[in-house]
Nanobody, 122 residues
């Protein structure tokens, strides 16, 4: 089994910053993709940012230039630095990891964190 533990959410004023963390633990053979998604009330879950094991990143247009994803492969941890936050960034942020837990299993499995609330409000 794999566990994802998220931290770093909270309440921040517009223009402020927050840093989210997500640590993966358990039966992990190889991690391919680590990333963040978010879901605002009444909306579908959407991609925020992802990073492959090789360092290739992908960002939603709405966060480009403001958010930065990074990962520490030695710690199986992914981070999301969020700057210049806007009220429309308010959502529950979910960590997402695609990995292989068993070297005998070729097809990777996707895991989700429990979510952490980010609220941007004055």
């Amino acid at each position: 089994q794999v566990q994802l533990v998220e931290s770093g959410g909270g309440l921040v004023q517009p223009g402020g910053s927050l840093r989210l963390s997500c640590a993966a633990s358990g039966s992990i053979f190889s991690i391919y993709i680590m990333g963040w998604y978010r879901q605002a009330p009444g909306k579908q879950r959407e991609l925020v940012a992802t990073m492959t094991s090789g360092g290739t990143t992908n960002y939603a247009d709405s966060v480009k230039g403001r958010f930065a994803i990074s990962r520490d492969n030695a710690k199986n941890t992914v981070y999301l630095q969020m700057n210049s936050l806007k009220p429309e960034d308010t959502a529950v942020y979910y960590c997402n990891v695609v990995l292989r837990g068993d070297p005998r299993v070729v097809v990777p499995t996707q895991y989700w964190g429990q979510g952490t609330q980010v609220t941007v409000s004055s």
